[in-house]
């Protein structure tokens, strides 16, 4: 439980540390693209909101009575499929800068700039922008059989509570990405370090969502989740690969 309560808030934490001196500069650019990633998220999220909820919220009258509840949950579902969407394209523009920003932090937190990491912004463009494409193609071969499920009347119920687990788990290695990239850790050799800290990196990726939330805490949910994730592979994982 300990370990969930630290992992929801290690983007909290992640605040603090993107504004040391020496970083800010490296904050500028992602927190520029999540401003204009969430301008265009409310002008798209807004005009087709009601839409979805008319059409997929179940109308069985024997469900009636946790309709409230059920609102909530398909309010959340498209809210995050939204920002997903939204988070893929904006981390793709973003990846160079948030790989340099995340081997900063390390760099704040242990005195040592991890030695894979590339302060050339041109030579970080081609490895970060693969590394982007390959985490789509992970979410889209995953998510898929999960939005194929909202089809299927009851059981789009369980659908939105997976979805909800999974959209967790994706922003977990999402942003874990840059910390364990900066090591040359392969994709299937970071998700083995997050599985071995399953319950703490859903529970990261909750944290990020609730700020992705928050009014004006939102402009800052990339850079902090980044940050926060940097110090996730400091405290939790980076012991296990010495």
Do not use: C
Not at 63 to 79: D, G, N, Q, S, T
Not at 83 to 89: A, D, E, R
Not at 195 to 224: D, E, H, N, S, Y
């Amino acid at each position: 439980m300990l370990s969930a309560i630290s992992g929801f808030f290690l983007p909290f934490q992640g605040l603090r540390l993107m504004l040391k001196p020496g970083l800010r500069r490296y904050v500028l650019v992602p927190l520029l693209l999540n401003i204009a990633l969430f301008a265009g998220l409310a002008y798209f999220a807004g005009g087709y909101f009601d839409d979805f909820m008319n059409e997929w919220l179940p109308q069985h009258g024997w469900l009636e009575f946790v309709r409230w509840l059920l609102w909530i949950l398909f309010a959340a579902a498209y809210a995050l499929a939204v920002f997903y969407g939204f988070t893929l394209i904006a981390n793709l523009i973003a990846a160079p800068f948030n790989a340099m920003l995340a081997a900063r932090v390390e760099e704040k937190l242990t005195g040592v700039l991890p030695a894979e990491s590339d302060e050339s912004l041109l030579r970080a463009i081609v490895p970060a922008v693969a590394g982007e494409l390959g985490k789509i193609f992970y979410f889209v071969s995953r998510a898929l059989p999960l939005l194929i499920l909202f089809f299927v009347p009851g059981v789009n119920i369980l659908a939105t509570i997976g979805w909800l687990i999974f959209g967790f788990w994706f922003l977990a290695i999402e942003y874990a990405d840059y910390p364990m990239g900066n090591h040359a850790l392969r994709p299937h050799q970071q998700r083995d370090h997050l599985r071995r800290r399953r319950l703490k990196a859903l529970a990261f990726g909750a944290g990020v969502t609730t700020m992705m939330l928050i009014p004006v805490l939102q402009f800052a949910a990339m850079p902090a989740a980044v940050a926060g994730a940097t110090r996730l592979w400091v405290d939790d994982l980076r012991p296990q690969t010495t």
